[in-house]
C-alpha cells in the first residue's frame, strides 16, 4: 500500500518539478504578464517589473525563448527594433496564472484581514 502511495505521489512531483523548472524564480511569470498585456519592446516590459535590472531581463528572456513560450522579433531598419511576443503555446498558462492570482488576493487577504477563507 505505501509503494502505491509513494508512485502517486511522483506521478504528480515529477510533472510539477517540470514545471516549477520553467516557470519558477522572481521574474518570468512576471515578464510573460507583461508581455502578455502589451509591453513588446525590451525597455517596456522593465519599467513594467519594479527592480528588475536590463541584465536579469535578458536573461530570463533567452530562457522563456528556449522554452518556446516568448517569441523575439527582429525588424530591419535604423535603429534595429527587437519586439516581444508571447507564443501561443504560452497561452496554457493563463489558467495558472489566474489561478495564481486568486490564490494570492486570497491569501493576502487572509493575511492582512484575519479571515478564513
Not at 16 to 41: F, T
Amino acid at each position: 500500500m505505501a509503494e502505491k502511495k509513494c508512485c502517486e505521489c511522483l506521478d504528480t512531483i515529477r510533472p510539477v518539478r517540470d514545471a516549477l523548472e520553467v516557470i519558477s524564480g522572481k521574474w518570468k511569470l512576471q515578464i510573460i504578464i507583461s508581455i502578455g498585456v502589451g509591453n513588446n519592446r525590451f525597455t517596456d516590459i522593465q519599467e513594467s517589473i519594479p527592480g528588475i535590472t536590463p541584465k536579469v531581463l535578458a536573461k530570463e528572456l533567452k530562457t522563456l525563448e528556449q522554452h518556446q513560450l516568448v517569441r523575439r522579433a527582429i525588424t530591419d531598419g535604423y535603429p534595429v527594433k527587437i519586439s516581444y511576443t508571447l507564443d501561443r503555446y504560452a497561452d496554457t498558462l493563463t489558467p495558472i496564472i489566474y489561478s495564481l492570482k486568486d490564490w494570492g488576493l486570497n491569501h493576502r487577504n487572509r493575511l492582512f484581514s484575519n479571515k478564513t477563507v
